[in-house]
């Protein structure tokens, strides 16, 4: 039963390799919507209060950028050597942790704040679809690597 509802809903994806990027971002919209019809208060100006209490706004600054050009780095020199899909793997995590770490940092403050929905999305969902992306890439060269360590022996 569990099988046959995942294959349905993976069917419904049409073209999902093929954009995944504008599904995730109808998904995420559509979600969205749903997320401010809810009765509590999402947009509430307070929700940040408790992530700044963590951390300065510029240090939160800094932390995106670095792990955002480390992610654009990881992507820049995949392909180019056998551990790189690793190192893009590593890297896409890492970017989904910054996004739930903002995310529980808002979350005290606002549990049905936009930013929880927002964040936590970007977390989960698109990180979420790159990670998958990266561990496949990750597979094929464990693969490779399989087949010329067995044609050595």
């Avoid at 999402?42 to 932390?63: C, D, Q, T, V």
């Amino acid at each position: 039963m569990l099988r046959t509802l995942a294959t349905g809903f993976v069917r419904w994806f049409t073209h999902f390799g093929k954009r995944k990027l504008e599904w995730l971002l109808a998904l995420y919209t559509c979600g969205f919507g749903l997320w401010l019809l809810l009765p509590p208060d999402s947009m509430n100006p307070s929700s940040f209060a408790n992530a700044l209490r963590f951390l300065h706004e510029s240090e939160w600054g800094a932390i995106y950028a670095i792990v955002g050009a480390c992610h654009a780095m990881a992507l820049h020199i995949n392909g180019r050597a056998a551990w790189t899909p690793f190192a893009r793997l590593a890297a896409v995590f890492l970017n989904s942790q910054v996004f739930l770490a903002i995310t529980l940092g808002i979350y005290p403050s606002n549990p049905w704040g936009t930013g929880v929905f927002t964040y936590g999305f970007l977390g989960i969902g698109f990180c979420g679809v790159c990670m998958v992306s990266a561990a496949v890439d990750c597979g094929k060269e464990v693969k490779v690597w399989r087949i010329r360590n067995a044609a050595h022996e």
